[in-house]
């Protein structure tokens, strides 16, 4: 899909990722993207998933979070895609635990955009033969190759 090679990057992406909470989980995400991107601080990208969590879940269901927020100091619509090695609880709305994670932050003034793309990431992580490729890699490169080349 060429909405995740716009927003994704090798170095975003993770694979086997050792789950333990979603607290836990948001700080590693935070990580991740703090030192990808030097102008997003860790505090401002947790404080903010955590911000956005509270007013709902991002689980989909089906083993499936997309955690999304709008972020100050974000330039551009960026992405994360993790994959876990055990599943961890996420108040999807199946109540099944979640295994795979798009994280999405978006500029703060991009509304417009914000749910433009949530909504094509959504469609594309509905598809059971996308993730069940996903689930399958070993490693983030073969992760990364994945996401960002299928074609429904």
């Given amino acids: ?18 789950g333990v909470s979603k607290k836990r989980l948001f700080e590693t995400i935070a990580r991740i993207i703090s030192e990808d991107q030097l102008a997003l601080s860790y505090d401002v990208v947790f404080s903010s998933l955590i911000a956005r969590e509270k007013l709902g879940s991002t689980g989909l269901g089906q083993g499936i979070a997309i955690p999304h927020c709008r972020v100050s100091n974000c330039t551009h619509a960026l992405g994360t895609l993790i994959t876990l090695d055990e599943a961890v609880e996420f108040d999807a ?25 949530l909504a094509d990431i959504a469609k594309l992580f509905c598809q059971p033969n996308f993730c069940q490729q996903l689930r399958s890699t070993n490693d983030a490169a073969t992760l990364h190759d994945c996401a960002t080349n299928w074609v429904e």
């Fill in 1 to 18: 899909m060429q909405a995740l090679s716009n927003l994704l990057t090798p170095g975003r992406t993770h694979c086997r990722v050792p």
């Fill in 93 to 117: 709305p199946d109540n099944q635990p979640v295994d795979i994670l798009f994280v999405l932050l978006v500029p703060e003034e991009a509304h417009q955009q914000h749910l433009d793309i």
